[in-house]
DNA sequence: GAGTATATGAAACGACTGTTTCAATAACGG
DNA sequence: CCGTTATTGAAACAGTCGTTTCATATACTC
């Protein structure tokens, strides 16, 4: 009485292949037709997995976000390491050449984010929860109960070389900038 | 023997109205027929007047870029100034509500630029021009003859801070971070 | 094999895109 | 008015887009 059954992997792993994909191709001018292509299946398939193409971008987008905040929770969390060392770990990380994918998505997310905030309704949980994991790890810089100004602040310092360092490419340059940026962060405030 | 006039500024009139139009509705999705509509002309006049779409995005941007240098250098260059006087005043001007729409274009076309980079020949041009005046502002901020980490460094925290203001809106804790900022700023380095 | 539920291909739909073609209009000098 | 040059409208072109419709194929239980 039962017909065929229903295959519940293969969305999964549409859904890991697309995020290939999108964080290869870019996500601004992503089209069905040839991702299906890409992906050895049809546009058709897709919306019977997905019912469109907005679902599929938002599976997409959350593998992508669990992706990176995975390897980054395993990769590195130094215990009690200084400032300094966390920031450096934190930047090496980041900037690493093979990340380049992951930084234009979350830069691409971001500018789309401004466009049509509507289709994000997890407001600012959508580009922020990628950071959310590094900025526990400076939780405890912190100059007052309440402070939340240095999170922010280094938070800022990273997203903003990170921004620079995908513009230009110079590694070198921005990495000294974060040597300095660790430097002023040693130094007591007066 | 010479026939009708050509009028050179009607060009320049769609340059100015057509970046009005970009600043309030977008880059990623513009499209020439709505735009003409807007600007109570045809896409055939558009393309008559640029030869392509490309090459209005080019002049859009160029408005863009040159109407936010403009209103930058005017506006608030303080000279004598300390260093923390010098952030708070840009950070207040950057962070005004009626410069979003600039930040959010600044955004959009970042994005596009690591999706088709290809588009901007003048590589880092496109993007780093608009902060490339304030560059200057703190151009005395080094620790050494060839020191471009600080000014590095400020420019990643006033990105930084803009990235997390669009996209939280939260206006207080960015701005409390960039106090702190400018408190780093003012300790000597150990 | 019958019955049944899932999966999938082929094609079409309507709307949109940037761009081109062709013809018409408008403003000027002689 | 005529010739000439600039400007413009209407329509078509060739393509892409997300989505839907319809029919078919596949895998399963009984």
Chains 1, 2 share one sequence.
Not at 103 to 122: K, S, T
Not at 134 to 143: E, Q
Request: aromatic share 8%; hydrophobic share 40%; glycine share 6%.
């Amino acid at each position: 009485m039962v017909g065929r059954r229903s295959d519940p992997e293969r969305r999964e792993r549409v859904v890991r292949q697309a995020t290939d994909y999108v964080l290869a191709q870019g996500l601004a001018g992503l089209s069905l037709r040839p991702l299906a292509q890409a992906l050895g299946t049809s546009p058709r398939m897709l919306l019977y997995d997905f019912g469109s193409k907005q679902e599929l971008v938002t599976a997409v987008l959350a593998e992508a976000r669990r992706r990176g905040s995975e390897r980054l929770m395993q990769g590195l969390p130094p215990a009690g390491a200084t400032v300094q060392e966390r920031l450096r770990d934190i930047w090496t990380w980041l900037s690493a050449r093979e990340r380049a994918p992951y930084a234009r998505l979350f830069f691409e997310v971001h500018a789309d984010l401004l466009a049509h905030p509507e289709r994000y309704p997890d407001q600012a949980g959508a580009v922020t929860d990628w950071f959310g994991p590094l900025r526990a790890v400076f939780a405890d810089l912190t100059t007052g109960n309440d402070d939340t100004a240095t999170p922010t602040l280094i938070m800022a310092v990273l997203r903003g070389l990170l921004f620079d360092l995908t513009t230009t490419g110079e590694r070198e340059r921005t990495t000294l900038a974060l040597e300095r940026f660790a430097a002023l962060l040693r130094a007591p405030t007066p």
